[in-house]
Nanobody, 123 residues
Framework: QVQLVESGGGLVQPGGSLRLSCATS????????MGWFRQALGKEREFVAT????????HYANSVKGRFTISRDNAKNTVALQMNSLKPEDTAEYYC????????????????WGQGTQVTVSS
Protein backbone atom coordinates (compact mmCIF):
# COMPACT_ATOMS: atom_id res chain seq x y z
CA GLN A 1 0.00 0.00 0.00
CA VAL A 2 1.06 3.55 -0.70
CA GLN A 3 0.64 6.24 1.92
CA LEU A 4 1.25 9.95 1.52
CA VAL A 5 1.51 12.46 4.37
CA GLU A 6 1.70 16.20 3.79
CA SER A 7 3.29 18.65 6.18
CA GLY A 8 4.50 22.23 6.30
CA GLY A 9 1.25 24.11 6.07
CA GLY A 10 0.39 27.03 8.29
CA LEU A 11 -0.44 30.70 8.48
CA VAL A 12 1.66 33.12 6.47
CA GLN A 13 1.35 36.79 5.51
CA PRO A 14 0.87 37.84 1.89
CA GLY A 15 4.20 37.89 0.13
CA GLY A 16 5.60 35.24 2.43
CA SER A 17 6.80 31.73 1.71
CA LEU A 18 6.05 28.20 2.80
CA ARG A 19 7.55 24.86 1.86
CA LEU A 20 5.22 21.89 1.82
CA SER A 21 6.54 18.37 2.01
CA CYS A 22 4.95 15.04 1.17
CA ALA A 23 6.44 11.92 2.72
CA THR A 24 5.57 8.62 1.10
CA SER A 25 5.79 4.99 2.14
CA UNK A 26 4.97 1.72 0.44
CA UNK A 27 5.13 1.08 -3.26
CA UNK A 28 7.98 2.28 -5.40
CA UNK A 29 8.14 6.04 -5.15
CA UNK A 30 10.22 6.55 -8.27
CA UNK A 31 7.58 4.79 -10.37
CA UNK A 32 4.96 7.47 -9.65
CA UNK A 33 4.30 10.80 -11.19
CA MET A 34 3.55 13.20 -8.35
CA GLY A 35 1.22 16.13 -8.14
CA TRP A 36 -0.01 18.85 -5.85
CA PHE A 37 -3.63 19.97 -5.79
CA ARG A 38 -5.47 22.45 -3.62
CA GLN A 39 -9.04 23.01 -2.58
CA ALA A 40 -10.37 26.20 -1.06
CA LEU A 41 -13.54 26.21 1.02
CA GLY A 42 -16.58 25.98 -1.21
CA LYS A 43 -14.53 25.50 -4.36
CA GLU A 44 -13.46 22.61 -6.58
CA ARG A 45 -10.14 20.88 -6.15
CA GLU A 46 -7.70 22.39 -8.61
CA PHE A 47 -4.38 21.40 -10.11
CA VAL A 48 -1.28 23.15 -8.80
CA ALA A 49 1.81 21.33 -10.07
CA THR A 50 3.11 17.97 -11.21
CA UNK A 51 6.51 16.36 -11.59
CA UNK A 52 7.61 13.34 -13.59
CA UNK A 53 9.07 10.13 -12.20
CA UNK A 54 12.65 11.25 -12.64
CA UNK A 55 11.95 14.85 -11.77
CA UNK A 56 12.97 15.96 -15.23
CA UNK A 57 9.64 17.47 -16.23
CA UNK A 58 7.43 19.83 -14.28
CA HIS A 59 4.15 21.56 -15.06
CA TYR A 60 2.30 24.29 -13.20
CA ALA A 61 -1.08 25.90 -13.11
CA ASN A 62 -0.99 29.37 -14.59
CA SER A 63 -2.07 30.81 -11.26
CA VAL A 64 1.12 29.66 -9.53
CA LYS A 65 3.62 29.67 -12.38
CA GLY A 66 6.71 31.64 -11.45
CA ARG A 67 5.88 31.54 -7.74
CA PHE A 68 5.74 27.84 -6.87
CA THR A 69 8.32 25.13 -7.49
CA ILE A 70 7.72 21.40 -7.27
CA SER A 71 10.60 19.04 -6.64
CA ARG A 72 11.20 15.46 -5.60
CA ASP A 73 13.90 13.47 -3.89
CA ASN A 74 13.61 9.85 -4.93
CA ALA A 75 16.29 8.83 -2.44
CA LYS A 76 14.14 10.14 0.40
CA ASN A 77 10.78 9.27 -1.16
CA THR A 78 9.55 12.83 -0.80
CA VAL A 79 8.06 15.54 -2.95
CA ALA A 80 8.03 19.21 -2.03
CA LEU A 81 6.25 22.37 -3.06
CA GLN A 82 8.11 25.61 -2.48
CA MET A 83 5.58 28.43 -2.36
CA ASN A 84 6.84 32.00 -2.70
CA SER A 85 5.11 35.36 -3.03
CA LEU A 86 2.00 33.91 -1.48
CA LYS A 87 -1.33 35.59 -2.06
CA PRO A 88 -4.60 35.38 -0.11
CA GLU A 89 -6.10 33.46 -3.02
CA ASP A 90 -3.56 30.70 -2.38
CA THR A 91 -5.40 29.88 0.84
CA ALA A 92 -6.55 26.27 0.57
CA GLU A 93 -6.06 22.73 1.72
CA TYR A 94 -3.11 21.35 -0.23
CA TYR A 95 -2.97 17.70 -1.23
CA CYS A 96 -0.15 15.52 -2.45
CA UNK A 97 -1.02 12.84 -5.00
CA UNK A 98 0.69 9.94 -6.78
CA UNK A 99 -0.29 8.21 -9.99
CA UNK A 100 0.72 6.56 -13.25
CA UNK A 101 -0.09 9.41 -15.62
CA UNK A 102 2.66 11.79 -16.67
CA UNK A 103 1.74 15.47 -16.67
CA UNK A 104 -1.56 14.73 -14.98
CA UNK A 105 -3.63 17.88 -14.63
CA UNK A 106 -6.83 16.46 -13.16
CA UNK A 107 -7.45 14.67 -9.89
CA UNK A 108 -8.86 11.56 -11.56
CA UNK A 109 -5.46 10.81 -13.06
CA UNK A 110 -3.98 10.14 -9.61
CA UNK A 111 -4.37 6.98 -7.59
CA UNK A 112 -3.11 7.84 -4.11
CA TRP A 113 -3.75 10.92 -2.01
CA GLY A 114 -2.51 12.40 1.21
CA GLN A 115 -4.71 13.79 3.96
CA GLY A 116 -3.99 17.42 3.12
CA THR A 117 -2.31 20.31 4.89
CA GLN A 118 -3.88 23.72 5.39
CA VAL A 119 -2.25 26.84 3.99
CA THR A 120 -3.70 30.18 5.05
CA VAL A 121 -2.41 33.42 3.59
CA SER A 122 -3.73 36.37 5.53
CA SER A 123 -2.62 39.69 6.96
Amino acid sequence: QVQLVESGGGLVQPGGSLRLSCATSGGTFSSYNMGWFRQALGKEREFVATISRSGGSTHYANSVKGRFTISRDNAKNTVALQMNSLKPEDTAEYYCAAGPTPAGYVASQYTYWGQGTQVTVSS
